[in-house]
C-alpha cells in the first residue's frame, strides 16, 4: 500500500525512459495517480494552487508515462516517462535541474532553454477549440483514444504494405520496398514547407481549413511511411500523443521554422531516439497546423482513412 503524507500527498520523481535524466519532481496525490494510470500521461497534484494538473496542459509538453516505480518504504515514487515538446521544466528548460549549485552558493546555468517561458504562458490570443481541451479532460480524453485508434489503423496498413511486395497495386508499398530514405525524407521536408505556407496564406487551393487537413494529411502520410521503413513499433512514437501535443502548444514563428528543420535533421539521423524525436515535432507540427486553422486534430487522420476506404485497403 502506498504511503501517503498527512496531506494524502506523495513525492514523485520524473525521469526520462531513455537517458535516465531526472526531468522535475511533484506532488501526486490519490485522484491524480489515478488520472495518470488511467490516461497515461502524468497529472500532479497543485500545493500552491490546490489543484490537479495535467503536465503540459499550457506548453503541450506532455508526459507518456512508460513505467511507474515504488521505492522500498512505499512513500514515493519514480515515474519513467517519454518527454514530448523536449522540456519539462516550466522555466522553459529540458530539466528542471538546469543550475548547478557552485561553492560560493551562487548557481550556475548548465543547459539551454528549449522554449521561451514567457511566450508559452502569457499568450495573448487563446485559440478557443485549445483552451476548451485544456479545460475539459474528459473531451480531450476522448479526443486522444480516437485519435490514438485512427492512427493505429492508419499505421497497421502501412505495415503491412512494407511487409507484403504489393507495389503493383500500391504506390506506397513500392515506395516501401524501395528504402529510399533520402527520397522520403524530401517528400516530407516539401509537404512541411506547404503545410507552413498554408498557415502564412503563401499557398492555398481551397481555403485555410481544406488546405490544412490536406497538408496536414500528407505530412502524416510521409512521417509514418518513414516510422515504417525505419522499423518503429507504433509504441515507439506515439504519434497521437506528438498531434495533441502540438495542438495544445503555443508556439513563436521562430520556433515553428526551427521545428521544421529539425525534424529533417532527426529524421535523418543513425540513432533511434533522434528518429524518435524527429517524428515527434513532424507531428506536433500537424497538431499545431490545426490549431492555427481551427479545425480538428483529428481531422487529418480522418480524411486519410477515408482515402483509405476509397481504395479498399480497409474496410
Known amino acids: ?36 494510470q488511467r490516461t497515461g500521461f502524468t497529472h500532479f497534484y497543485s500545493r500552491s494552487r490546490n489543484t490537479i494538473w495535467r503536465k503540459g496542459e499550457q506548453s503541450g509538453n506532455v508526459q507518456q508515462v512508460r513505467a511507474i516505480f515504488v521505492n522500498c518504504e512505499e512513500n514515493s515514487l519514480l515515474i519513467r516517462v517519454v518527454q514530448h515538446g523536449g522540456a519539462a521544466c516550466h522555466e522553459g528548460y529540458r530539466s528542471c535541474y538546469y543550475r548547478r549549485l557552485l561553492p560560493d552558493e551562487s548557481y550556475e546555468t548548465v543547459a539551454e532553454r528549449v522554449f521561451d517561458p514567457t511566450t508559452v504562458y502569457e499568450s495573448d490570443v487563446p485559440i478557443a477549440a485549445r483552451t476548451f481541451l485544456i479545460a475539459n479532460n474528459a473531451a480531450l480524453e476522448e479526443m486522444q483514444r480516437t485519435l490514438e485508434a485512427q492512427l493505429r489503423q492508419l499505421y497497421r496498413v502501412y505495415i503491412y504494405l512494407r511487409d507484403n511486395d504489393l507495389s503493383a497495386e500500391s504506390n506506397t508499398s513500392r515506395l516501401l520496398q524501395e528504402h529510399s530514405l533520402s527520397y522520403l525524407l524530401s517528400r ?62 503555443q508556439y513563436s514563428e521562430g520556433k ?44 487529418p487522420t480522418e480524411y486519410d482513412l477515408e482515402q483509405m476506404r476509397h481504395r479498399g485497403l480497409i474496410p
Open 188 to 249: 516530407l521536408a516539401d509537404e512541411l514547407q506547404e503545410l507552413a505556407d498554408v498557415q502564412s496564406g503563401e499557398h492555398m487551393h481551397s481555403g485555410r481549413q481544406p488546405d490544412t487537413m490536406l497538408e496536414g494529411s500528407q505530412v502524416g502520410y510521409w512521417l509514418l511511411l518513414i516510422a515504417s521503413a525505419r522499423k518503429l513499433v507504433y509504441d515507439d512514437f506515439m504519434p497521437h500523443a506528438s498531434i495533441l501535443s502540438g495542438y495544445h502548444a
Open 256 to 299: 515553428v521554422v526551427e521545428m521544421r528543420q529539425d525534424c529533417l535533421s532527426l529524421l535523418a539521423s543513425d540513432q533511434r531516439a533522434g528518429v524518435v524525436q524527429g517524428l515527434h515535432l513532424g507531428f506536433a507540427f500537424i497538431g499545431w497546423a490545426c490549431a492555427q486553422a481551427g479545425i480538428s486534430p483529428l481531422a
Open 1 to 36: 500500500m502506498l504511503k501517503f503524507d498527512r496531506q494524502g500527498l506523495i513525492p514523485v520523481v520524473v525521469q526520462d525512459d531513455v537517458s535516465a535524466e531526472v526531468l522535475m519532481v511533484a506532488f501526486m496525490n490519490q485522484e491524480a495517480l489515478e488520472l495518470t
